[in-house]
């Protein structure tokens, strides 16, 4: 990954943790244009675009992250990110199948299980919600 691609990266951060979502989405969009592999400046771009109320381009951000060759821990992240985005969007059907493919990673196995718990929740499945809950309490 460039020097450039990180340092429009760590603006990017920065400008999102300022909540200045217009600096973020540019810096962001800058850093993924340079290094399209650098999956945590797309998922912080992913961010930047649901805060400011654009899920379906934040999820076609993540989608084209999937679509390159990425390390293992970075595709799940990349997948983990999209099941917050569609669950976000209303899309839950579509958030639960991202979820599936972020737990084969045990390291996402709680944020799994935490998002498919909040979609069963909201979908009014209680049992389901908690079994989940319960999954995500007891993964490592």
């Known amino acids: 990954m460039s020097t450039v691609a990180r340092r429009y990266y ?6 999102l943790e300022a909540n200045d979502l217009d600096a973020a989405i540019e810096a962001l969009s800058s850093a993924v244009d340079l290094a ?3 999956a945590a400046a797309r998922v912080a771009l992913a961010a ?5 109320g654009d899920c379906p381009r934040a999820a076609q951000v993540l989608r084209a992250g999937l ?16 099941g917050d985005v569609l669950a976000q969007s209303g899309d839950f059907p579509g958030a639960e199948e991202a979820y599936v493919h972020a737990e084969g990673d045990p390291a996402f196995a709680k944020r ?11 979908l009014g499945r209680y049992p389901e919600a908690f079994a989940e809950l319960a999954k995500a309490a007891s993964a490592d």
């Open 10 to 15: 760590l603006r990017g951060r920065s400008s």
């Open 36 to 38: 399209p592999t650098f």
């Open 48 to 52: 930047a675009l649901a805060r400011f």
């Open 67 to 82: 679509s390159r060759p990425v390390p293992a821990a970075s595709r799940a992240l990349l997948w983990a990110s999209l």
């Open 112 to 122: 799994a299980a935490a998002g498919r718990a909040r979609i069963h929740a909201k």
